[in-house]
């Protein structure tokens, strides 16, 4: 087998669908490398490969690499294997002695990142082991998003959000733009989340942060003065719409000036309930 550079070796673990191959791949380059890019390499299996033990154990055990090793130097490979949603890798992780412990913000994005994209039934396991670790869903990264904006925003399986407001996660973090996951609930990729994430009168009455401007769907801006209510914003929401309707396709216009509609009939059952109707 001829000598392959560490990038052309990387790519190949990270694509091949053979585990005899990449086990191959691994055993006649093991020679070949330092400790630091056989860590690379160990990485790479984790994070792609489903089928990665007995190369693992060659990297670990006759290679040396370091199952604690933090790819550019910021995510460990325990956390770039939750990232990709591999519980057998994670747990495979934790028995050769890396930690689930948060002791970077950095390692968050990884955990957000799966509710971001992923069904609630495809990272249960990943779930099941981050809540075993004492590893909650209510955080807040950098960029000031959360789980839940994300889910909200990106997700298209509604039990995702179902599961973080389980959680007891906060529904009125405040994201860049001044607003919360509830005033993305309307424009949400998962259908009918308004009628979970916007059920009392807290929940109508929370404010936008401040003047800020939101395009949920191409040439629709919704201008969003300083503390307006969600209620409020649901009208100005229905306005935009309406001034901007010759400019968008019917199909998208008729979606969510609809969801837009039944959000505003569900706001007046919350007040009906809750007897402040009017």
Request: hydrophobic fraction near 40%; charged fraction near 25%; charge should be negative.
């Amino acid at each position: 087998m001829q000598k392959i550079s560490l990038y052309d070796l990387k790519r190949k673990l990270r694509t091949s669908q053979d585990p005899d191959e990449v086990l191959a791949l691994v055993r006649h380059h093991l020679k070949d490398f330092n400790r630091r890019e056989l860590s690379e390499l160990l990485c790479e299996l984790l994070e792609y490969q489903e089928i990665f033990f007995e190369a693992a154990e060659l990297l670990i055990e006759d290679g040396g690499a370091d199952i604690r090793y933090m790819k550019e130097d910021v995510i460990p490979i325990i956390f770039c294997a939750v990232g990709a949603n591999k519980p057998q890798a994670v747990e495979y992780a934790l028995k050769k002695g890396a930690t689930l412990s948060i002791d970077s913000p950095d390692y968050l994005y990884a955990i957000a990142y799966i509710f971001q994209h992923h069904r609630l039934a495809a990272i249960t396991d990943m779930l099941l082991i981050l809540i075993r670790h004492n590893i909650h869903f209510d955080f807040m990264l950098d960029s000031l998003d959360t789980p839940l904006l994300l889910a909200t925003r990106y997700n298209s399986n509604r039990e995702v959000v179902e599961f973080l407001l389980a959680e007891d996660v906060r529904k009125y973090h405040y994201d860049e733009h001044g607003l919360t996951a509830v005033h993305y609930a309307p424009f949400a990729k998962a259908p009918n989340l308004y009628k979970i994430m916007i059920t009392c009168m807290a929940d109508i009455q929370v404010k936008s942060k401040f003047t800020t401007s939101l395009e949920p769907v191409a040439e629709c801006v919704i201008r969003v003065s300083e503390h307006i209510t969600f209620e409020e914003f649901i009208y100005e929401a229905l306005n935009a719409f309406l001034v901007n309707r010759h400019r968008m396709y019917d199909d998208i216009f008729e979606k969510y000036y609809y969801r837009l509609h039944m959000i505003a009939e569900h706001i007046s059952q919350i007040r009906t309930k809750y007897g402040e109707a009017g």
